[in-house]
């Protein structure tokens, strides 16, 4: 499968954004998908996940009452809905396919990952 993310920008803090994951290939509705990010000079990290069907995510506590994913599967596709951004938002958010028919946190569970879509949130 191939994942391709989109929707990254430039805003100010308290703006919002719309990332889309495309899904291409060897598609399947039966995996969890998840979203991640990259600070400069950090670590990867977890951000949200939904399960295969949709009805079950989660998101990082730094994000919550803020961020929410959902999946449309007809269309192969993920979004994640972010508002209230913040500076500390800033990174490139990845969207990655679990393993799993969950969403995970752990990167660990994951086996495709898109490109990344650059995010900057100006304070």
């Known amino acids: 499968v191939q994942l391709q993310a989109s929707g990254g920008g430039s805003v100010q803090a308290g703006g919002s954004l719309r990332l889309s994951c495309a899904a291409s290939?060897?598609?399947?509705?039966?995996?969890?998908m998840g979203w991640f990010r990259q600070a400069p000079g950090k670590e990867r990290e977890f951000v949200a996940a939904?399960?295969?069907?949709?009805?079950?995510?989660h998101v990082r506590d730094s994000v919550k009452g803020r961020f929410t994913i959902s999946r449309d599967n007809a269309k192969n596709m993920i979004y994640l809905q972010m508002n209230s951004l913040k500076p500390e938002d800033t990174g490139i958010y990845y969207c990655?396919?679990?393993?799993?028919?969950?969403?995970?946190?752990?990167?660990?569970?994951?086996?495709?990952w898109g490109q990344g879509t650059l995010v900057t949130v100006s304070s």
């Open positions: 990655a396919r679990s393993r799993l028919s969950y969403g995970s946190n752990r990167q660990a569970d994951y086996d495709s």
């Open positions: 939904v399960s295969w069907r949709g009805d079950s995510t």
């Open positions: 290939g060897r598609t399947s509705s039966n995996n969890g």
